[in-house]
């Protein structure tokens, strides 16, 4: 693998943590402070995006930032995967910023400056976690991500956010400290190393007995909160307290997808698939895994609170990335992958649909939007198109990932996973099409004619753009298959 | 036994003294009473240093005509170092004492304690 | 002749003339006294660096007092370790008095300024002066001094407790100095010399001996009450919370940590490791008090409501991981251990320095009555907020770094449970430290639009320098931690491979 020096991923990172001090400097004037974060947004973007050809072309991207102790070094590294997540985020986040902009205004929430900031920062060391070189770096980020986003989530500084926001604290941090960094101390002084390399840097095993590797595993999955794998998922459901721009950002773009991306990392470029195969931790995992999908796929049905249920329902889908890459076969890698992208698009959606609902009547119950796709059709369409994709519905994209697990379990001979995918279509249809017949179906509730419009221009032009890409992945899958084949055919080489 | 007793008594007599003063400085509730405990606890330990500097048939260790064996003088000049420490700390302790009396008119540590329980609610934590 | 040569023995006279001086100068003038306390810890920061710059390249130094040589004469013997140690001790003396000066105008009267920077100076002293020495009995010597010093210090606050917190400090500091001189006075008796590598040679031959394990077991008593390990912490929540804030700081920042650091010397350099591993299970038994000492430390501190108590208390866990580094025995856990001295300096150092700006401010030590405290004064608040993250040990900062040695060196070790222990009190601490900061930004202080009604309070300049200072030391290294980390790695080798001493 061809390597190439270049400074570019730290100017990836620096571009919204530099943009924090205009932002903050232009807090009396929020046109201006807005201008600030959309560029910052779509430099990062740019930025990211010019790694692309490189990338593609087989190539990878290093950077060194700091010596932090003898041995250890705070250094980015670009390959596929990373990229690939990157590219996802950066995207999103221009489309969230214009959003959140809108919603913050229409809703003339305070503290509007510490909101984009902390914001900004989010992006910053989700971009730094996409890059890490190696353990020691994406777990910096991936804690400085949780004290980033506490702010945000505290946001309403009411009892209830604050209890939501302690919750979160609680699991991630106690998580984190409590296992997956024990869990990086013993693959370093096991490894030697804590570089990520495709396929494992654990080297030659012998000697060590395969229990160790077993818990170590376990340690990682236990550690890494942000994935959402039962038993440590409720700081989910806990942190929808937050304003909904931030929800989305906490389930489609930066949170939770860092958690399995720090997940796939560590199946991938730390134990790599063979050694997991001869652990036999894959079939765990995914076990742990699918029961996650089903169960929290039960309890989103009995949501009535819209941001509770598409909570749940993201719970479920990240499992689904979950197994995809603990059944450790080529397709179920790639679906995994791809399902990043396409679930950040299709549930960004729904959230994008939640906060124009939220803005438009200012409910946060199903119960309470009968009839509304009459006066907002354009954020119906919008949600039906995120809901059907999650269903796995040709042709939007969501079927895309869905044939690819189906493909990933047979290969990998585990038929009942196989199954848990189709029960599990099954119930996300359960949960998803009653709030569609309830919008469309349902008269109006009294009183309400007059009241409710459509959300401002701002947020509809970045949910339509959303649901767009949801479809359009469909037609063009390429463009997620360029980057998932490089991974998987490093894997899978010999 | 009585061997023993005979051979050891100086360290003995070192114990003894050492935990007579122990038991002032943790029984009694004067805070003089405290002050004197420590400075027997400390002496205790002189004593150790110095009878252990004493040698058999030795003289005191001054260059004289027809001395044999001279005692270890070194324990004699620690000590006079730590009988200095020892005084200071005495000096220290009583100055505080003082400071305690002007404070709270007493240096009955039982009613001290109760006139701060008193004034912050029985908040103090000992 | 070279002055340089002479630079062991001089860091420590040279602030020591300086004792009696300042109360002289007191009597022309108030202000000049503490121009020459920073006077006396400059010059003697200074030569410490030197010494340190030559330690790390040359090797160690012997110094010996009078040219008598060392069985007989007093040795100050300095290697990667003592260098490392006095390093940390100055520089934190010197940001004390720096920063301190406005807090200790605040809070010490102001007739007793001048005896107040002089027996500073002495505390500070003393603290050098065991870290400096080769001699056993010296360093008995200068615990007194350093102990004594302390007891005054704590005496000069204003508040009405203070000499009875200080007494109590006395009487336990004293009984613990006892034990430790008649600890020494065993190992004279069956050795005959007080030169510690001397001793070291000569006990070799003695290993079994029940009189040499005694003396082991009342100097490690001794050093144990010192340093405020669990069940003999006692002395330290009072001594801290009643003391002016500018001694809590430098307290809490240096003082244990020498006891920590004679600790390791003895372990180390004096019995032979082997001894102590081996027959019986001293190791053993002081990673059971120093996990004791962070469970509990954590636990306790947790229900405090006093600002002050809790750091305190944090304090006794903290003291814990050094003392866990130690008796884990190996070049990892001690390079954590030597490093958590340093971090921990600058962490609570700083955190002492923060709580007394506010409490000063606000006239209360109740952490409820910190709410709005973000707001009404920001940079002591983010000040505050940097140090308890490092004090957590979230990454980038310098208290990370320590844990993360710490972490592997129980890992290769095989010290399984200590492992959990760590971890388990960085949780704890998270829970306490997080609870002040929540408190601060998110309670009061604001109606619902974010608008900061109550007034801002002063962060005068000459504080917020420093603060800002340590703060920035507090990420740099944790970011750029390799500098440290190679001294302390060096001063853990230097130790354990026992040969850089003999």
Redo the contacts between chains.
């Keep these: 693998m061809e390597i190439i020096y270049s400074a570019a991923p730290l100017y990836a990172v620096l571009v919204s943590l530099v943009a924090i001090i205009p932002i903050y400097l232009s807090r009396s004037n929020p046109n201006l402070r807005e201008s600030w974060t959309i560029l910052a947004a779509v430099a990062k973007f740019f930025i990211v995006l010019s790694m692309v050809p490189t990338v593609l072309g087989g190539k990878e991207i290093y950077f060194k930032l700091?010596?932090?102790?003898?041995g250890i070094d705070?250094a980015f590294k670009v390959d596929s995967l990373g990229l690939f997540f990157a590219l996802t985020a950066s995207f999103l986040w221009i489309l969230t910023s214009f959003y959140s902009i809108g919603y913050v205004r229409a809703l003339k929430e305070?503290?509007q400056t510490r909101y984009f900031i902390c914001f900004a920062g989010s992006l910053s060391v989700t971009m730094g976690a996409a890059f890490s070189a190696n353990l020691f770096t994406m777990?910096?980020f991936y804690?400085?991500l949780t004290?980033f986003t506490y702010p945000l989530i505290?946001h309403e500084?009411n009892e209830e956010a604050?209890r939501g926001a302690?919750i979160y604290?609680i699991y991630l941090?106690?998580t984190s400290?409590?296992f997956l960094?024990?869990a990086i101390?013993?693959t370093?002084?096991t490894a030697g190393t804590m570089d990520f390399r495709l396929g494992g840097i654990f080297g030659d095993t012998g000697g060590i007995h395969s229990l160790f590797f077993a818990v170590i595993f376990a340690f990682y999955i236990a550690g890494i909160a942000k994935a959402g794998i039962m038993p440590f998922h409720s700081w989910l459901p806990n942190a929808m307290v937050a304003p909904t721009p931030v929800s989305s950002l906490l389930h489609a773009v930066a949170v939770v997808k860092m958690g399995v991306f720090v997940v796939l990392r560590v199946i991938l470029y730390v134990f790599g698939v063979d050694l997991l195969k001869e652990i036999g931790a894959g079939a765990f995992l995914a076990a742990f895994a699918c029961v996650t999908i089903v169960v929290s796929s039960l309890i989103a049905m009995r949501q009535d609170n819209i941001k509770a249920r598409l909570a749940y329902s993201t719970i479920s889908q990240l499992s689904y990335i979950v197994v995809g890459a603990a059944l450790l076969s080529p397709s179920g890698i790639k679906a995994s992958i791809m399902h990043i992208t396409i679930h950040a698009f299709s549930k960004i959606s729904l959230f994008f649909w939640a906060g124009a609902v939220y803005v438009a009547l200012h409910k946060k119950y199903i119960s309470q939007i009968s009839g509304i796709a009459k006066k907002m059709p354009v954020s119906m369409a919008v949600f039906t198109i995120g809901a059907l994709s999650l269903i796995g519905i040709p042709p939007l994209s969501g079927f895309i990932s869905k044939y690819y697990f189906v493909t990933g379990a047979v290969e990998a001979g585990m038929l009942p996973v196989a199954v848990v995918f189709a029960v599990s279509s099954f119930l996300n249809a359960l949960y998803f099409l009653p709030i569609i017949y309830t919008a469309y179906m349902k008269p109006l509730d009294a009183g309400m004619d007059d009241k409710v419009t459509e959300a401002p221009l701002a947020m509809l032009i970045p949910m339509c753009v959303t649901a767009g890409v949801a479809v359009l992945l469909f037609f063009f899958p390429q463009v997620l298959t360029n980057f998932t084949d490089i991974i998987v055919a490093g894997l899978f080489a010999e | 036994m009585i061997d023993f007793i005979a051979a050891k008594y100086n360290y003995l007599i070192c114990v003894c003294l050492m935990m007579i003063g122990f038991y002032a400085v943790i029984a009694k509730q004067n805070l003089m009473k405290k002050i004197i405990g420590l400075s027997i606890f400390q002496t205790s330990v002189f004593l150790f240093y110095i009878s252990m500097a004493k040698v058999t048939d030795g003289t005191a260790p001054i260059v004289w005509e027809g001395a044999v064996r001279y005692d270890n003088p070194l324990p004699h000049v620690l000590i006079l170092t730590a009988i200095v420490v020892s005084v200071s700390t005495t000096a220290v302790a009583i100055a505080l004492m003082i400071n305690i009396y002007k404070a709270y008119g007493t240096i009955e540590d039982s009613k001290i304690r109760e006139i701060e329980a008193g004034e912050s609610g029985g908040s103090v934590s000992r | 002749m070279n002055l340089a040569v002479n630079f062991p023995a001089l860091l420590v006279t040279v602030p020591l003339i300086f004792v009696p001086v300042i109360p002289l100068l007191g009597l022309i003038n108030r202000k000049i006294c503490w121009y020459a306390a920073v006077l006396a810890i400059t010059a003697s920061f200074a030569m410490i660096m030197t010494i340190l710059a030559k330690v790390s390249t040359e090797g160690p130094i012997s110094y010996h007092l009078g040219n008598w040589a060392p069985p007989i004469g007093i040795e100050y013997r300095i290697d990667m370790l003592n260098a490392f140690v006095l390093a940390v001790i100055s520089f934190i003396s010197l940001v004390s008095l720096l920063f301190g000066k406005e807090l200790v105008e605040k809070e010490v009267p102001e007739y007793k300024h001048p005896a107040f920077y002089s027996v500073f100076i002495l505390f500070v002293v003393g603290m050098t002066g065991m870290t400096v020495t080769g001699d056993l009995f010296n360093v008995y010597v200068f615990l007194e001094i350093t102990s004594l010093s302390g007891y005054a210090l704590i005496a000069t606050s204003k508040k009405r407790y203070a000499p009875m917190a200080s007494f109590n400090y006395l009487v336990i500091g004293t009984l613990a100095a006892t034990f430790i001189v008649l600890g020494i006075g065993y190992l004279y008796m069956v050795t005959g010399t007080l030169n510690m590598a001397d001793l070291a040679e000569r006990i070799k031959p003695l290993n079994g001996s029940s009189v040499v394990l005694t003396a082991y077991a009342l100097i490690l008593m001794g050093i144990l009450i010192k340093m405020a390990v669990f069940p003999l912490h006692l002395w330290l929540p009072d001594a801290y919370t009643y003391s002016p804030s500018a001694v809590s700081a430098a307290m809490a920042a240096t003082s244990t940590k020498v006891g920590a650091y004679v600790l390791i010397r003895l372990m180390f350099s004096v019995f032979d490791i082997e001894y102590h591993v081996g027959s019986v299970p001293i190791t053993g038994i002081i990673i059971f008090f120093a996990s004791l000492s962070i469970v509990m430390g954590s636990v306790i501190a947790i229900a405090q409501t006093n600002i002050k108590k809790m750091l305190a208390y944090s304090s006794v866990g903290q003291i814990g991981y050094i003392l866990l580094a130690a008796a884990m025995v190996n070049a990892e856990a001690l390079t954590g251990g030597v490093m958590h001295i340093f971090s921990h300096a600058l962490m609570k150092g700083g955190l002492f320095f923060v709580v007394g700006l506010i409490v000063y401010n606000i006239g209360s030590e109740r952490i409820s009555d910190f709410a709005g405290i973000g707001r009404r004064m920001p940079f002591t608040a983010a000040a505050f907020t940097i140090f308890s993250?490092s004090i957590i040990?979230?990454?980038?900062t310098v208290g990370f770094?320590s844990k993360?040695?710490l972490?592997?060196g129980a890992?290769?070790s095989g010290h399984w449970y200590a492992?959990g222990v760590i971890?388990?009190s960085?949780?704890l601490t998270?829970i306490y430290f997080?609870k002040v900061i929540?408190v601060m930004y998110?309670k009061g202080g604001h109606d619902?639009?974010?608008h900061a009604p109550a007034a801002k309070l002063s962060e005068p300049m000459g504080m917020v320098i420093p603060m800002a200072f340590v703060a920035f030391l507090c990420i740099y290294f944790g970011?750029?931690?390799?500098f440290p980390?190679?001294l302390a790695?060096k001063a853990a080798e230097a130790v354990l491979g026992g040969v850089t001493w003999k």
């Design positions: 700091a010596t932090a102790y003898p705070i305070h503290a777990y910096i804690e400085a004290l505290a500084e604050f302690r604290l941090l106690g400290i409590a960094l024990p101390l013993f370093y002084f | 993250l040990g979230i990454p980038l770094v993360w040695y972490v592997l890992i290769s492992i971890l388990l960085s949780l998270a997080g929540f998110f619902d639009h974010g970011i750029f931690a390799t980390v190679e790695a």
